[in-house]
């Protein structure tokens, strides 16, 4: 009995030492599952604006989670309902009438007339936007809330929302499933019969709602037409002509004219979307009412709601030769008829985890924050610091990837896949000069290639509308695009400005993806099927723009540097120039990956002859007077000085064209330029400036740039300069998703970077992160990579490559080679450098 009475007391203390020490790595055990505190987006009250509300996602559906107690709504979106067709896009644009007449006046220094004759010639009209599918609401029984907390576990990818009323504790779940296709919500309590309320579906375009048994059906056409700009400021512009949706032929308004055109008044044109959301309950019972479900006295209720439209591909009109949503969302349901929601959860679970888990990031934090609301911890991040801060916006990144960008669906555009708007800014598309991109920066190097998949597909699509942009607007062959794009994959340029539509070089910074995830990956397969075919379009196209300056070197005729102006002399300003710094930067890239790619795969030798002869005779990058990378041919002053673009440096980041070893005095003068930018920025920018700085090296100033951006913003805000939304949404403002990316790309840049063909360990590691871990970034090579650091110090680093080779290995100022065997895992400590 003494000897059993010991063991009993043996086995309690375990369990207490056992949940001592999970409290003491930030976990909590909750329905036996252990969730990762630092991991959490964690809020004491709802949503009160969409920029407070959570989002989850499975690469297709989208839903923004308010959390409200008693009244809860989800904002839905779906990731290919746009507005229009592929008949939207504007195919007039020819430039070769007046291309001669703009070539004769750039000779002669006369910008603005060149810039004039461009805006009225050479310009399209906007592109399409992307739409608001719908909003799910649920009406909730009770009164007198209390212990209210609603979370985002990006770790598992599961929002909750908890509270207790009238003596019952509710829980609510939803999840987003990529496997099963399908977004799921669990309603429980802890009493039985407790669960009680009506749930209903609107949107902002016509619907009509059918109840059939547990199930609500919505079914809506998306608008045919959707105008960003004013009617005012397209006439103008004298584009009427542009939009016959609107205007008659005279350029007179057409009788209903206005920005969203919906059914008749577009000839039936709009994409068909159909939702269907199905209860399964445990108890009480359902009847239906006018608008849609009451569920009463239930004891637990699963609501699975599946999205879909007519979308049919980019070259298809939905309205004519769409799918039938329907069909998908019965197949979608019918396949999930047996399956328990804890399945869904669990197949969910594991798919995502497969993706999240490969990377772990972690960092010495002297305050404990982890209990406290992540609006606080924003709003307090300037006295308090929050590394653990700094670590979950840099998983959140990655969670927001694998969320909205899953095979097979469409890329992430400019909000990613959530939107609540009808006319949304930026037509919540795709901006290609550098806002796509940038979105998918951190998909290589934080493990996350199969995310990168569906950018790859746009690319491909791009090249075949770019194709029939670069014969009838150029008469050139290969293929071009520009600056914006939907989901018809329009080529040609917008409108308005040509400081920001003309811009014919977008193909050849889309093509570096696909090179780099060759170089991640080495995929050799994908290089000779996808990537070197792309490539070798957008060089072609190139080659045949490029014409010679009175020094004799190639230069592009006539473009812009996104999104910037210069004086040409004391009084007057252009965007417009021969061989501006981007152009070349983004050319002499895709010429010299041409020529590597045709190498590796021992094909066009003579196309690569070709090539080889154009590279030598590119114009070079030149110095300016300030000392600072010119940003155009001539050493022209920018009009805005801390202009937020800075896309000259192209060559620097994400090129590699300019490091420190190589071109010390290019390097020097990148420094210079980003001395005189300064460091506030918009939200975007600044996650470039973080990346900036990563590569040149600097950590304590990339760091800086990092605490800049975690500021709070909300929509009262009247600052123009970024931060972070309450949800951790990037703040343009307003919301851009690619400021979340660009974070996530420039610590990961931070910690690890592989541009120059050697794996530079901590390359810019900031004082305030002196102790810490990160495991499964990727370097170049296929090589996945693990370090540990304390006191500012390297304590270890492993590598794992899955291909016999050597590589080198750089810690400091010390670099050595290593031999790496396939599959295993090769550990070195910090003696291994010295």
Request: hydrophobic letters at 35%; a neutral charge.
């Amino acid at each position: 009995m003494i000897e059993l009475k010991n063991k009993k007391i043996l086995c309690r203390l375990l369990l207490v030492l056992i949940c001592f020490f999970l409290v003491n790595c930030n976990t909590k055990i909750e329905e036996g599952e252990v969730l990762n505190e630092a991991l959490i987006l964690k809020y004491k009250t709802p949503a009160k604006a969409w920029t407070e509300a959570l989002p989850i996602g499975n690469g297709r559906q989208g839903a923004m989670i308010y959390g409200g107690a008693l009244v809860e709504h989800i904002q839905l979106n779906e990731n290919t309902l746009y507005s229009g067709e592929p008949s939207s896009t504007y195919k007039g644009t020819n430039i070769r009438p007046t291309y001669n007449k703009v070539m004769q006046l750039l000779a002669s220094d006369k910008y603005t007339e060149a810039e004039k004759i461009m805006k009225t010639n050479w310009l399209g009209r906007l592109h399409q936007s992307y739409q608001p599918f719908g909003d799910l609401y649920f009406h909730f029984k009770g009164d007198s809330i209390s212990n209210y907390e609603r979370t985002l576990d990006i770790e598992n990818s599961v929002s909750t929302v908890n509270y207790r009323s009238q003596k019952v504790n509710y829980k609510r779940e939803v999840l987003a499933s990529y496997p099963d296709n399908i977004i799921a919500i669990k309603i429980s309590s802890d009493k039985k019969e407790a669960i009680s309320f009506d749930t209903f579906l609107e949107s902002l375009h016509p619907t009509k709602i059918i109840v059939e048994g547990k199930t609500i059906i919505l079914k809506g056409q998306a608008p045919g037409f959707v105008l960003r700009r004013s009617l005012e400021n397209v006439e103008s512009n004298g584009d009427e002509h542009k939009y016959p949706e609107i205007f008659n032929k005279d350029g007179s308004r057409k009788p209903f004219a206005k920005q969203v055109l919906y059914g008749d008044e577009v000839s039936g044109k709009g994409m068909f979307f159909e939702a269907r959301l199905e209860i399964k309950n445990k108890g009480g019972k359902i009847v239906a009412t006018e608008k849609g479900l009451s569920v009463s006295d239930a004891d637990e209720v699963v609501v699975l709601l599946s999205m879909a439209t007519s979308f049919n591909g980019f070259d298809k009109s939905p309205s004519t030769q769409g799918k039938d949503p329907a069909k998908v969302n019965e197949q979608i349901l019918s396949e999930l008829k047996d399956k328990t929601y804890n399945q869904i959860k669990a197949t969910h679970k594991k798919d995502y985890s497969n993706l999240f888990n490969r990377v772990q990031f972690s960092l010495e934090n002297q305050a404990s924050t982890l209990d406290i609301s992540i609006d606080a911890r924003l709003k307090n991040y300037a006295t308090i610091p929050d590394l653990d801060l700094n670590t979950l916006l840099f998983q959140y990144g990655r969670y927001l990837m694998i969320s909205g960008s899953r095979a097979g669906g469409q890329p992430l555009n400019l909000q990613g896949i959530w939107n609540d708007k009808v006319i949304p800014p930026w037509n919540s598309a795709y901006t290609m000069n550098i806002n796509a991109q940038m979105n998918y920066w951190p998909a290589e190097v934080t493990n996350l290639s199969e995310c990168h998949e569906p950018f790859f597909r746009l690319v491909k699509e791009l090249a075949i509308t770019g194709k029939e942009t670069a014969r009838n607007m150029y008469g050139n062959p290969g293929w071009v695009t520009h600056h914006n794009t939907d989901i018809w994959r329009p080529s040609y340029p917008a409108d308005n400005a040509v400081m920001y539509s003309y811009w014919p070089v977008g193909a050849g910074w889309l093509t570096s993806h696909l090179w780099q995830h060759y170089q991640f990956t080495n995929d050799i397969t994908f290089l000779k099927e996808e990537g070197y075919p792309l490539l070798k379009g957008s060089a072609t196209f190139f080659a045949s723009w490029l014409v010679e300056n009175k020094e004799g070197y190639l230069v592009t005729p006539v473009g812009t540097s996104p999104e910037n102006k210069f004086y040409y002399d004391e009084k007057h300003s252009s965007t417009v120039s021969a061989g501006g710094t981007m152009d070349m930067s983004i050319i002499r890239e895709n010429f010299e990956t041409v020529i590597k790619a045709s190498k590796i795969l021992n094909v066009d030798a003579g196309f690569r002859a070709y090539i080889e002869k154009l590279m030598h005779k590119l114009l070079p990058f030149k110095i300016g007077e300030r000392g600072q990378l010119q940003e155009w041919q001539s050493d022209f002053l920018e009009t805005d000085a801390h202009h937020r673009h800075l896309s000259h440096l192209y060559g620097f980041h994400p090129g590699n064209q300019i490091t420190k070893e190589k071109t010390p005095a290019l390097f020097k003068a990148v420094h210079k330029t980003l001395e005189l930018r300064g460091d506030e920025a918009t939200g975007w920018s600044m996650g470039w400036k973080i990346n900036f700085w990563a590569r040149m090296q600097d950590g304590n100033h990339a760091y800086k740039i990092i605490n800049n951006l975690f500021s709070f913003v909300d929509e009262t805000s009247k600052h123009r300069h970024g931060g972070l939304y309450a949800n951790l949404f990037d703040a343009h403002p307003p919301f851009q998703i690619d400021g979340n990316f660009g974070y996530t790309a420039g610590v990961a840049e931070m910690l690890l970077q592989s541009h120059t063909e050697e794996i530079h360990i901590l390359p810019a590691l900031p004082d305030a992160w002196s102790t810490g871990s990160i495991k499964g970034l990727k370097a170049r090579g296929n090589v996945v990579v693990d370090i540990i650091w304390k006191d500012g110090k390297l304590m270890k680093v492993s590598l794992e490559s899955l291909k016999d080779q050597i590589v080198f290995v750089k810690y400091g100022e010390f670099k050595k080679s290593i031999e790496l065997k396939a599959g295993e895992k090769e550990v070195l400590d910090v003696a291994f450098f010295y």
